[in-house]
């Protein structure tokens, strides 16, 4: 792969805040102005875009289908498959002045992901030439692992919430990497929605010792990321101040 680009992804059970986390380093790569950002949503779910304040229309997953659409086949002849697929990316990648979104979405029937995921892995690899940064948003849990979405990552951070079941998860994520030949740069925890519970924290340290993977910034329970997700506003919007602007802030300065 043509390693130009510094791809950081982030990863880890469902619901833990990936999506936010993500779109809190998109605010700061941006901010720190070493040029343009391709964020990639790899979530089927498709909820990046939003929390960054753009309009996605296609997805991958859409170019897929339109691929195997009969109509597609005429101007296919004129034109290889490959550069077809190119063209039809680059049509569907939202640009804004300081950052770039391409969607994965989801496919239809089951079994059709391998091939948007060998798509999009070619494509990251002809991208990487064009962003400095690139940053993955994954899907929930461990499938990214073993279908190489998440191949030659250089940080990856698992964001876990305070519970077992979500710090194993990031232990798994490290684990199975290991086992695949998945070399990460580096591969971080980053506990979210902390609480000041003492009690919580103590069980926490205990667990987070155990996992086998190396802290790296623990992220407070923020009401105003309740608040802004309650009326749709984009995360990258936080006022400077809110504690997990703050918090996000930090761990990115730790791994830039
Ligand atoms: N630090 C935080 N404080 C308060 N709420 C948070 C915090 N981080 C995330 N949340 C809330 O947790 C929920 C899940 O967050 P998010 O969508 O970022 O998780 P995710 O890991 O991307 O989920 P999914 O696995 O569905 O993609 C959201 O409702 C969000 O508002
Ligand atoms: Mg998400």
Redesign the pocket.
Known sequence: MNQKANIIAVA??????????ASLLLKFLTEKGLGRVLAIDA?P?T?LPSTLGVDVEKTIGDVREEMASPSQVFFSEHMPTDMLIEYKIEEIMINTPRFSVLAMGRSEGPGCYCLINDMLRHFIDKLSARFPTILI?C??GLEHLSRRTTRDVDTMLV?SDPTKRGIDTASNIKNLAEKLQINFRHIYLVL??VTEDKRVKGVLNEMVKNSGVELIGT?????N??TF?LIGKPITELPEDSK?VVAVREIFERVS
């Open positions: 880890g059970k469902g619901g833990t805040g990936k999506t936010v986390i979530d779910a909820c948003d899907e929930a964001v979210n929605k992220v407070p329970e923020d009401e990321i309740r997700d997990a």
